[in-house]
Structures are given as structure tokens and as C-alpha cells.
């Protein structure tokens, strides 16, 4: 079974610190890639996904995640945060082919302002 | 874009009761609907896939009887939480997908406090 796994569980950082939160997944066919947000009190947002082509994939919010195959990989990165990106981060993993979406463990961020 | 509403967004019941959580998709036809559940400080965990006009599909270790889903239209899905015991007590999450829409829209939660 596929499974997702994102190494930090809390990160605090300053405001117009850097941003990098780990992903790797387990499974070794072709794969599609989501990172999702949560904020505090709200419902889960997609912040950006990846299908195919550029593994370099820009999303909203000023967030990008880079895809690379032969480590199983997607990080997403920010590089200079805000206190409004206090959240928590999801990534998610699907098989192209399939239909489940099975999440990592998520990333609670907080940035102090 | 597409929404999903879900209702209601908190709720307490007594032990013993059962509860019916809504899921709507406003904008689109959700030809399969899915249920998260999510428990403090941890990550979404798959209930069960829904197809609309199919029966459910379960994950292992989900109870089908105690979590009744109903997909009977293109617009709407049902969890009932029956017989609830404070065990049940969580965090769950509906997420929509349409045959035109790729990806996943998700409902905003709903809080279920077994007393």
C-alpha cells in the first residue's frame, strides 16, 4: 500500500524566513501530487498539484513544490513566509490511475510575526 | 470554482444516537464522493469512496454498519454516524470529485462531540 510520509510534524519560523516542508511517498508507479493547506478553523485548501511535465510547479500563495521521481519527493518551499501562512500542511499522493488520495501526516507551521 | 458544502459544521449527540452528516456539491456533479475522518493532531484517514448509485467502498477497519453512506444523486452524499459512542467523537471531512474537474474539493468539517 501506498503511504506518504512528511518529516516534520511542527516547524516555527519567523516572518520572511524561508519555508521547506519534506514529502516523500512510497509508491513507485506514476504518481499525482498535492500539497493542501489548512488553516486555522477552515477547510482544506489546494495549494498546488502536480500531473506531469515541469516538475518544478508553481502554486498559489507564493508556494512551489519540486517533484523529483527518483526520490520519491515533494517538498514545498516558500521562500520568505508570513504570519498568515500559520497552518497546517498536507501533502497527498494518488495513483495517476487511481481514485484514493492517501495523506501524509501534516505539518503545523507557525510563523512569528 | 467548485464548492462543497458540508453540514453541519459542529454537532453534539448523546451516546446511543445516531447523526447524519450532509455533503452537497453546489456547482458541479460529483460522481464520486469521499469521507475522511480526523483525529486531533493526525492526518486525514479514508473512510470510504462513494460512486454515486453504488454502494460505498470501505476501508479496512471501517465499520460499514456504524458509518451508513448514501450517494443517491450526483449532488449528494450521507454519513450516518449510528449508535455513536464517544469513541466516534471526531473530526470528519467530505471531499468531491466531478469526471470534469480533475482533482479534490473538500467540505469544510464537521465536529462530532459524543456525550
Known amino acids: 500500500a501506498q503511504s506518504v510520509s512528511q518529516h516534520n510534524h511542527h516547524v516555527i519560523l519567523s516572518e520572511a524566513a524561508s519555508l521547506e516542508l519534506g514529502c516523500n511517498y512510497s509508491?513507485?508507479?506514476?504518481?499525482?501530487l498535492f500539497w493542501y493547506v489548512q488553516y486555522p478553523g477552515q477547510h482544506l485548501q489546494l495549494l498546488l498539484k502536480y500531473f506531469s511535465g515541469d516538475p518544478l510547479v508553481k502554486g498559489i500563495k507564493g508556494f512551489e513544490a519540486e517533484f523529483i521521481k527518483s526520490k520519491f519527493s515533494f517538498n514545498l518551499r516558500k521562500p520568505s513566509v508570513q504570519w498568515s501562512d500559520t497552518a497546517e500542511y498536507f501533502c497527498a499522493v494518488h495513483k495517476a490511475a487511481g481514485n484514493k488520495l492517501t495523506f501524509g501526516g501534516g505539518t503545523r507551521v507557525l510563523v512569528k510575526p | 470554482g467548485a464548492v462543497v458544502s458540508q453540514h453541519p459544521s459542529r454537532v453534539i449527540c448523546k451516546s446511543g444516537t445516531s447523526v447524519k452528516i450532509e455533503c452537497r456539491s453546489l456547482d458541479f456533479q460529483a460522481t464520486t464522493m469521499f469521507w475522511y475522518r480526523q483525529f486531533p493532531k493526525q492526518s486525514l484517514m479514508l473512510m470510504a469512496t462513494s460512486n454515486e448509485g453504488s454502494k460505498a467502498t470501505y476501508e479496512q477497519g471501517v465499520e460499514k454498519d456504524k458509518f451508513l453512506i448514501n450517494h443517491a444523486s450526483l449532488t449528494l452524499s450521507t454519513l450516518t454516524v449510528t449508535s455513536a459512542h464517544p469513541e466516534d467523537s471526531s473530526f470528519y471531512i467530505c471531499s468531491a470529485r466531478s469526471q470534469y474537474i480533475y482533482g479534490y474539493t473538500f467540505g469544510s468539517g464537521t465536529r462530532l462531540t459524543v456525550v
Open positions: 509508491y513507485g508507479g506514476t504518481v499525482n
